[in-house]
């Protein structure tokens, strides 16, 4: 059994409101737009990090972290990207991952919108975070925690902070 804790979107930010509501998971996914290589290894220090490169980050961070990351958590096949769309509104370049790769979670950032939906066609439970930074158009920063178990997935947190 693990807790997780999703994020996406920081630009550059990990501040102690995040640190205390991923103060208890075991590990953190950040679905991109992380804002610096030293951003990265800041959290990676916190928590055990997996990640994937957005938009804004440069040449170092797109160097350490892929654009997809594929993996297992438990018995969960996981795809994680930044610009992915959401069911029936796939970024091309992922629905051609979840066509090969079959995960049954999807995770992706980039919009700043948080959105966790049961996809029916592809059989997959798809989150967005929304953003956890203090830049952008969001009103309000978010970020996700829960427990995978085995196939299960649950016990599925918000945190909402204002900006």
């Not at 804002?35 to 440069?58: H, M, Y």
């Not at 427990?147 to 204002?162: F, H, L, Y």
Request: hydrophobic share 40%; charged share 25%; net charge negative.
């Amino acid at each position: 059994m693990k807790r997780i804790g999703i994020i996406s979107d920081t630009h550059g930010t990990f501040d102690e409101v995040l640190r205390n509501f991923l103060r208890d998971v075991d590990e953190i996914w950040h679905a991109g737009d992380i804002g610096s290589l030293e951003l990265a290894d800041e959290i990676a220090t916190f928590k055990p990090l997996r990640a994937v490169c957005g938009n804004i980050d440069g040449g170092m961070t797109r160097r350490v972290y892929p654009p997809f990351a594929s993996f297992r958590c438990e018995d969960v096949p996981v795809l994680m990207t930044h610009i992915g769309g959401y069911p029936r509104h796939y970024d091309p370049r992922a629905i051609a991952k979840i066509q090969t790769l079959h995960p049954k979670l999807f995770i992706a950032g980039h919009s700043h919108i948080l959105r966790v939906l049961y996809d029916p066609v592809y059989d997959l439970l798809h989150v967005n975070p929304g953003a956890a930074g203090q830049f952008g158009f969001h009103k309000v920063r978010t970020a996700i925690r829960f427990t995978i178990d085995g196939a299960d997935m649950r016990d599925m947190e918000v945190g909402e902070w204002p900006r």
